[in-house]
């Protein structure tokens, strides 16, 4: 069972226009989320998170935007530039339990035309 | 630089075999996590080790076990490997606690592939 899901696996975008990716959950306990960017043969790195108290939270030219009735978030870039290519994740978590564990959807493969 | 490593990159091993998979924290990071990434799909939590303690535990057998040492370092060990185990096996670790350990860092990294 599925409980976080990024239904497209991959994104086209033309340099300098929007990225829109999304991801949905299925789990009302969670209140944490947060988005990792991944390149080939490099581990995931930490990109911007979003706690359940807010619903948008920006760091530059990335934005995530949270409707916690749609159980759904996403992540907007602006403007899309090259290095922006990667495979993106979302991943949601429940704080205050026994430990953290992160539950991640399978990835949106986002590439930057020029 | 996250400095998280991970050794070997790559190793392939046959069915039924054990192996250690190591990662190296930055010091000060009190907990690590493993996660197994499959071909096309997200990471998944194996466990989370909090001052060498095991504290969490996801939807994996007993034949998948970790150890974490005081000088920021640890293993993930699989025995009896079985073809479904071929995955990247990704290291995390994190300067905070068990429950909100903060920003994940991960490593490169462990391609295992089981034949």
């Known amino acids: 069972d599925q409980q976080v899901k990024q239904n497209s696996p991959s994104l086209s975008v033309q340099e300098g226009r929007i990225s829109i990716l999304n991801c949905d959950y299925t789990?009302?306990?969670?209140?944490?989320f947060l988005w990792y960017k991944k390149y080939p043969a490099e581990g995931p790195t930490f990109l911007i998170s979003?706690?359940?108290i807010k619903d948008k939270n920006e760091d530059g030219r990335f934005t995530v935007f949270l409707n916690k009735s749609a159980k759904h978030l996403s992540l907007h870039i602006v403007p899309s530039q090259p290095g922006d290519s990667a495979v993106y994740f979302c991943?949601?978590?429940?704080?205050?339990?026994?430990?953290?564990?992160?539950?991640w959807g399978a990835g949106t493969k986002l590439i930057i035309k020029p | 630089e996250t400095g998280v490593t991970q050794s070997p990159t790559h190793l392939i091993k046959t069915r039924g075999q054990q192996v250690t998979l190591r990662c190296s924290s930055q010091?000060?990071?009190?907990?690590v996590s493993w996660y197994q990434q499959a071909l096309g799909q997200g990471p998944q939590f194996i466990f989370q080790?909090?001052?060498?303690?095991?504290?969490g535990r996801g939807n994996f057998p007993p034949r998948f076990s970790g150890l974490q040492f005081p000088n920021y370092s640890s293993e993930l060990n699989v025995n009896a490997l079985e073809l479904d185990d071929s995955a990247l096996y990704l290291c995390?670790?994190?300067?905070?606690?068990?429950?909100?350990?903060?920003?994940?860092?991960f490593g490169e990294g462990s391609r295992l592939t089981v034949l």
């Open positions: 995390a670790s994190s300067p905070g606690d068990r429950v909100d350990p903060g920003e994940l860092f």
């Open positions: 080790y909090y001052r060498e303690e095991e504290n």
């Open positions: 979003i706690s359940s």
């Open positions: 010091s000060g990071h009190n907990t």
């Open positions: 991943a949601a978590s429940v704080i205050g339990g026994s430990n953290y564990q992160l539950i």
């Open positions: 789990n009302s306990m969670f209140d944490y």
